[in-house]
């Protein structure tokens, strides 16, 4: 059974740096993916960071390239999002999600991640 936890939100000033975590395990092969998700009110969740374990192949949605770094330790199996620049419009509950497939470099959906944490908030202050 494979379990998802994150940890390390907070509250932030707008321009600082969070780090969040995520520990992921019960994958039988090394091939597997995790992401970062947001989820707006009524609609599904949207990757925003989603990185291959197996080869640390990387997806970023367009709000966050060039601010936010998706890095895994595999040693450890965890998974870190370096949150970088922060907006206050990054404020939102951050959901990790694992999956048994990476979809590319152009495509992170929600739907391919069965798996869940329970989220973590991220307040970014102005």
């Known amino acids: 059974e494979v379990h998802v936890v994150e940890s390390g939100g907070g509250l932030v000033q707008a321009g600082g740096s969070l780090r969040l975590s995520c520990a992921a395990s019960?994958?039988?092969?090394?091939?597997?993916?995790i992401g970062w998700f947001l989820q707006a009110p009524g609609k599904e969740r949207e990757g925003i960071a989603c990185?291959?374990?197996?080869?640390?192949?990387?997806f970023y949605g367009d709000s966050v390239k060039g601010r936010f770094t998706i890095s895994t330790d595999n040693a450890k199996k965890m998974v870190y999002l370096q949150m970088n620049s922060l907006k206050p419009e990054d404020t939102d509950i951050y959901y990790c999600?694992?999956?048994?497939?990476?979809?590319?470099?152009?495509?992170?959906?929600?739907?391919?991640?069965?798996?869940w944490g329970q989220g973590t908030l991220v307040t970014v202050s102005s």
């Open positions: 999600g694992a999956g048994p497939r990476y979809h590319g470099g152009n495509y992170c959906p929600e739907v391919g991640y069965p798996y």
């Open positions: 019960g994958f039988r092969s090394d091939d597997y993916a």
């Open positions: 990185i291959r374990n197996s080869d640390h192949s990387t």
